[in-house]
């Protein structure tokens, strides 16, 4: 009797000690453990490798929005016009000679004053703009006119790349002007057609140097 009895105690204590086992954790989530990985990234490339694994995943709404907000716009050019080559002057009639009587003390020579030239420049902000890449810009860059005495413009723009260096997109970031206003508005859409000319659009970066995107900073001061 008293063996049955311990016999019975053993059972129950093995018992107890089956309810009371930690059962195994669970098998990690890899769509969470993926997502949390990238969701804070600026990367639209990471989210569009997160919709080919789980194209109907918890998160492919956000990141779909997310692959159309960071990707780059790209700002088509406007198509150049022909130039037009200036009408030929007529000869300049002959000029008569001056009476000896009116020759008297030296003559004035007055020379026109020359236009006046508004002042544009391309600095570089960050990224791989060097003067090289500056240099190339500023001379497909055609600011349009503007005032005398008028405000300096300025602007900032992004200029977005791939792996060969050649121009994907422009974005204007910032700068000390309206878009409303007509003659801003024209200013910072040559600085952004300036790089997506065909003479500008493969840059002149380091080999290896990958796809990414700089930032420009554009000048232009009225003549006085």
Same mark, same amino acid.
């Given at each position: 009797?008293?063996?049955?009895?311990?016999?019975?105690?053993?059972?129950?204590?093995?018992?107890?000690?089956?309810?009371?086992?930690?059962?195994? *954790?669970?098998?990690?989530?890899?769509?969470?453990?993926?997502?949390?990985?990238?969701?804070?990234?600026?990367?639209?490339?990471?989210?569009?490798?997160?919709?080919?694994?789980?194209?109907?995943?918890?998160?492919?709404?956000?990141?779909?929005?997310?692959?159309?907000?960071?990707?780059?716009?790209?700002?088509?050019?406007?198509?150049?016009?022909?130039?037009?080559?200036?009408?030929?002057?007529?000869?300049?009639?002959?000029?008569?000679?001056?009476?000896?009587?009116?020759?008297?003390?030296?003559? %004035?020579?007055?020379?026109?004053? !020359? *236009?006046?030239?508004?002042?544009?420049?391309?600095?570089?902000?960050?990224?791989?703009?060097?003067?090289?890449?500056?240099?190339?810009?500023?001379?497909?860059?055609?600011?349009?006119?503007?005032?005398?005495?008028? *405000?300096?413009?300025?602007?900032?723009? !992004?200029?977005?790349?791939?792996?060969?260096?050649?121009?994907?997109?422009?974005?204007? %970031?910032?700068?000390?002007?309206?878009?409303?206003?007509?003659?801003?508005?024209?200013?910072?859409?040559?600085?952004?057609?300036?790089?997506?000319?065909?003479?500008?659009?493969?840059?002149?970066?380091?080999?290896?140097?990958?796809?990414? %995107?700089? %930032?420009?900073?554009?000048?232009?001061?009225?003549?006085?």
């Amino acid at each position: 009797m008293l063996k049955l009895g311990r016999h019975l105690l053993l059972l129950g204590l093995l018992g107890l000690a089956a309810c009371t086992a930690t059962p195994p *954790p669970a098998a990690p989530d890899p769509e969470l453990l993926f997502w949390d990985s990238i969701k804070e990234s600026r990367n639209p490339a990471e989210y569009q490798a997160y919709l080919d694994a789980y194209p109907h995943g918890r998160f492919a709404g956000l990141a779909r929005l997310r692959v159309d907000v960071l990707t780059p716009k790209v700002v088509m050019s406007p198509p150049r016009k022909p130039v037009q080559k200036p009408a030929p002057k007529p000869p300049a009639e002959q000029q008569q000679p001056v009476p000896p009587s009116e020759q008297q003390g030296e003559p %004035s020579i007055t020379d026109a004053p !020359a *236009p006046p030239v508004a002042w544009a420049k391309v600095e570089g902000l960050s990224g791989a703009a060097d003067p090289r890449v500056r240099s190339r810009i500023m001379e497909c860059w055609v600011p349009p006119p503007l005032p005398r005495g008028g *405000p300096s413009l300025r602007a900032e723009i !992004a200029v977005y790349f791939d792996d060969a260096g050649k121009v994907i997109g422009t974005a204007f %970031s910032d700068g000390n002007g309206d878009m409303a206003d007509a003659t801003y508005r024209g200013f910072v859409e040559s600085a952004l057609a300036a790089p997506m000319k065909p003479d500008c659009r493969t840059l002149d970066l380091p080999a290896g140097t990958p796809a990414g %995107s700089l %930032s420009l900073l554009f000048g232009l001061d009225s003549p006085p």
